[in-house]
């Protein structure tokens, strides 16, 4: 089940970062593409799939957030890749905010990879051992 689990996981996790930046190139090489409807729902699902598949892993594994302090930092980092993610594709109002929330976004989920390969909140370089 793990096994299973895991390969969902990493697959979500891969389809979602790929299709974050897929976006990020439209939305300053050709934004009527982010209107398509598939752009608009295929995050959504991956996005559901993701989710479930991380809180099945949490479950299986008896490793939670706010109790294990790498998963703690995963989920914060989440919600900071969503918000700079969100300000990214649609809700700055300069490019130059365009640009700094999808820096912001890129940095939050290459934090997330780090951290859930080194289970370790500062993971190496920066910490650990």
Sequence with gaps: MYAILKTVHVTSVVLS????VVRLRWAYTSPTMLQRTWVRVLPHVIDTVLLA???A???VLHQYPFVNGWLTAKVLALIAYIVFGSFALKRARTPAGQRVASVAALASVGYIVAVALTHDPLPLPLGGE
């Design 57 to 59: 892993l949490t479950l």
């Design 17 to 20: 970062i790929g299709l974050f």
């Design 53 to 55: 598949s991380a809180i």
